[in-house]
């Protein structure tokens, strides 16, 4: 059962802008997005940001200052928003839930 679903990603020229989305599908109740992590090709799935349950949020060091991690509670909907994109950001993103579920992944794609 799907208990994620992001959106939001596809292709972008070096220096663009993308936001990604995530939130459970209706049918799903009790999941609480809570972070994004990237996987590229070749490479392990990283983290990029994260806001913990007491709202501490965590960044990549790679990521911070680029990418702006952001909640809508009363839509349960977790944002990803990314600036200054760079080929090395090309990647699936995938949303994590609070109790470490995963969604499917969304395609970034960003050409130099």
């Known amino acids: 059962q799907v208990q994620l679903v992001e959106s939001g990603g596809g292709w972008v020229q070096a220096g663009g802008s993308l936001r990604l989305s995530c939130a459970p599908p209706?049918?799903?109740?009790?999941?609480?997005?809570m972070g994004w992590y990237r996987q590229a090709p070749g490479k392990q799935r990283e983290l990029v940001a994260q806001?913990?349950?007491?709202?501490?949020?965590n960044y990549a060091i790679s990521m911070k200052g680029r990418f702006t991690i952001s909640r809508d509670n009363a839509k349960n909907t977790l944002y990803l928003q990314m600036n200054s994109l760079k080929p090395e950001d090309t990647a699936v993103y995938y949303c994590?839930?609070?109790?470490?579920?995963w969604g499917q992944g969304t395609q970034v794609i960003v050409s130099s």
């Open positions: 994590r839930g609070a109790s470490g579920s």
């Open positions: 209706r049918s799903v109740f009790g999941v609480r997005p």
């Open positions: 806001i913990t349950n007491s709202g501490t949020i």
